[in-house]
């Protein structure tokens, strides 16, 4: 039990294994290794001066308190391939944190493998491109997975029949991954202005082929889209529902927390009664799908974020090293907090810190 001492968000990530009307193919690699999070108490966490999201494993040990990342040289050598979270991490709004373009040319120039991995789910991949580009680095598409992406990539391993429409409740860059994937799709950014008329004996028509609806976060979600959403996976025989991520807030202004995707998930979660399978961070789908698309063991990965509960449990939950940096959402007096039991390997203030730490210890 979490004390009162401190201010704690918390989410339920479950997953749910959901059945089909026939069972789908699973592929090769074990992506589905999905654990279920048990629900955490939600006193207020006073002390510390920021607020988190805490999710607990069912199954999970106290790790030992996180050691400050003194040895850069020390963590690169030790693995093949970096993993980044980008907002907080590689950029904050649409800005550069200081240092990011050096760092990433160092380890590149050490044959180091980089990946970055977002939970935000309205931009595409090319989309996600065109903004590295604008703030001048050199990523390709193939390095850059949001969860967008990993909703499309989901039902591709399932062989999600392609006479079956996805319903999206979400913006573009969902429906730029599934259209890229060959999927049929409705819903999406269309539904954000539709309005129900409720009138005595009024019936709301749904289609009946959809099999799949994914929710991720929309700026234009309305009770629309809840009921609609709600009749597919409630009436259509076998429809999945999958959630891009469960984040409670997101940071859509520097003045101030958002209402996440989470919220958006947790609706239809209520409606329907039922959990969704979750492809985002902290769920290890788009890690298992990682390691079989680049070919490479998870023990030579290190996981670099600014999030407790997402990336580094996203990182944990892959057997992958972790390190958290401040330069984003997580401050010292959280991670340090006694309550706060996800503890990543390594901290340190900003990702550029691995040239002054490497410096410093030529």
Known sequence: MLSSSCRVSVSITAVVATAARTTPKIPNFR???LKKFQLASNPSFSRCKSRMEVSHLANFTTRASAQPLKNADELIDSVETFIFDCDGVIWKGDSLIDGVPETLDMLRSKGKRLV???????KSRKQYGKKFETLGLSVSEEEIFASSFAAAAYLKSI??????????IGEEG????LELA???????PEDGGKKIELKPGFLMEHDESVGAVVVGFDR??????????TLCIRENPGCLFIATNRDAVTHLTDAQEWAGGGSMVGALSGSTQRE??????PSTFMMDYLANEFNILKSQICMVGDRLD???LFGQNGGCKTLLVLSGVTSLPMLQCPNNSIQPEFYTNKISDFLSLKAATV
């Open 182 to 188: 060959g999927f049929q799709y409705l819903g999406g």
């Open 174 to 177: 969902i429906l730029k991954e």
């Open 159 to 168: 062989d999600f029949p392609k006479d079956k429409k996805v319903y999206v």
């Open 116 to 122: 970055f991995v977002t939970n935000n789910s309205t």
């Open 276 to 281: 969704p399978l979750v492809v985002g961070k």
């Open 220 to 229: 234009n979600f309305n009770y629309y889209k809840i009921q609609y959403g």
């Open 310 to 312: 997402t990336d580094i």
């Open 31 to 33: 992506f589905l290794g």
